[in-house]
């Protein structure tokens, strides 16, 4: 009988145990895979796995050739830090890509296709060729002329305002119905390809006066709407010399369209590396020093697209540094990164000036001697 009662709790011990067992493996496994999990995820976070070197495939890069707006002489303004922290961004990485430009082959085909851009616009006669590149059309009753460059496809339409006096004010579509309106337009074109269809488009109201066309913030005013259009790569945006203007425009009234400006310099996706860039510090060492490209400097609330004139600010107030790409006017080798300062200017008796300077972001030692 004893014997029976020890097989017994032998058995239940025996059962007891090894649930207990199961158990603590089972807590262990837990443990240790979760412990594994931790380390793994600070290990690359805290201690991020080192990144090969940047490819700078393409060699030394030539210089940028970013405009630089002139300040009243002898302005010697302080420029501040004036970001929501106060201080410098601690989240721009130390590298960038960097685009190869590319133009299409000229080909017998470019002047077919120059004329048959100018039939749709209007232009159903043969053109004056003012060089081997560049055609130019006119319709002198209408004050129209065209300009294309069969090469580069650059095009210009534009119209004697003297010709546009019918207009009436508050005549032009709303701001929304103008960007979907030019959009259409340079699609039916053809022109409207690449990375715009995803980037930045900016609609203004205009107003014919004194022979130019001015800014207006009223509906009711406006004869005229004036849309612009960025584009955007990889989600960064892309600037033009002048910042409140894209490299492609188109400017409508009630059922025309008087003028366009199309620039537009195809990348090439194949083509493409990283470079090292300037640190947020070393770009500041350049704001300091005076080297910032300002490129825009206008009153608060006033008009981006009249003649510029030099002020003379105490303070300039940085509020906000960001990376994008500079896309010239002129036919550049490269698509390049640039540092984009963003804030705002303040002068002796107190006017406030929207402020923006560029400065080439590429590290010094990839960027070719002038």
């Not at 649930?19 to 999990?37: C, E, N, P, Q, T």
């Not at 004329?115 to 209007?122: F, S, V």
């Not at 004697?160 to 508050?170: I, N």
């Not at 790409?325 to 929207?354: A, R």
Request: aromatic share 10%.
């Amino acid at each position: 009988m004893n014997g029976i009662l020890k097989s017994k709790m032998t058995l239940t011990e025996t059962a007891r145990l090894t649930k207990r067992g199961v158990a603590v493996f089972v807590i262990l496994a837990v443990a240790y895979f979760s412990s594994r999990a931790v380390w793994t995820y600070l290990k690359g976070t805290v201690f991020p796995p080192k990144l090969p070197p940047p490819e700078v495939a393409f060699g030394k890069l030539p210089t940028l050739e970013i405009p630089r707006l002139p300040l009243k002489e002898g302005s010697s303004p302080e420029y501040v830090v004036d970001t929501k922290t106060g201080r410098l961004p601690t989240d721009i990485p130390d590298r960038a890509k960097v685009y190869k430009i590319i133009l299409p082959p000229p080909t017998h085909l470019a002047g077919e296709r120059a004329q048959t851009l100018a039939t749709e616009l209007g232009f159903s006669e043969e053109p004056q060729k003012l060089s081997s590149s560049d055609y130019f059309w006119e319709k002198a009753e209408e004050g129209k002329t065209l300009k294309i460059n069969i090469i580069t496809g650059r095009l210009s339409l534009e119209t004697d305002l003297k010709k546009l006096g019918e207009l009436k004010a508050g005549s032009p579509p709303s701001k929304a119905t103008a960007i979907e309106q030019a959009s259409r337009f340079l699609s039916n074109l053809g022109l409207l390809g690449g990375s715009y269809p995803q980037g930045r488009k900016e609609a203004t109201y205009l107003k014919i006066e004194w022979g130019s066309l001015g800014k207006t913030e009223d509906l009711a005013e406006a004869q005229l709407v004036r849309v612009d259009f960025f584009r955007e790569i990889d989600g960064q945006a892309v600037t033009t010399p002048k910042p409140h203007e894209g490299l492609i425009s188109v400017i409508l009234g009630k059922d025309k369209v008087p003028f366009v400006s199309y620039n537009f310099w195809p990348l090439d996706s194949l083509q493409t590396t990283t470079y090292p860039i300037k640190t947020p510090e070393q770009v500041w060492n350049e704001v300091e020093t005076g080297q910032a490209g300002l490129v825009s400097f206008v009153p608060q609330k006033g008009d981006p697209f009249a003649s510029y004139e030099p002020r003379a600010p105490e303070t300039i107030f940085v509020r906000q540094i960001s990376l994008g790409y500079f896309d010239s006017e002129k036919l550049q080798d490269y698509l390049q990164p640039v540092y984009i300062l963003e804030g705002l200017g303040l002068t002796k008796d107190k006017q406030q000036l929207d402020y923006i300077a560029y400065i080439p972001a590429v590290s010094y030692d990839w960027v070719a001697e002038e």
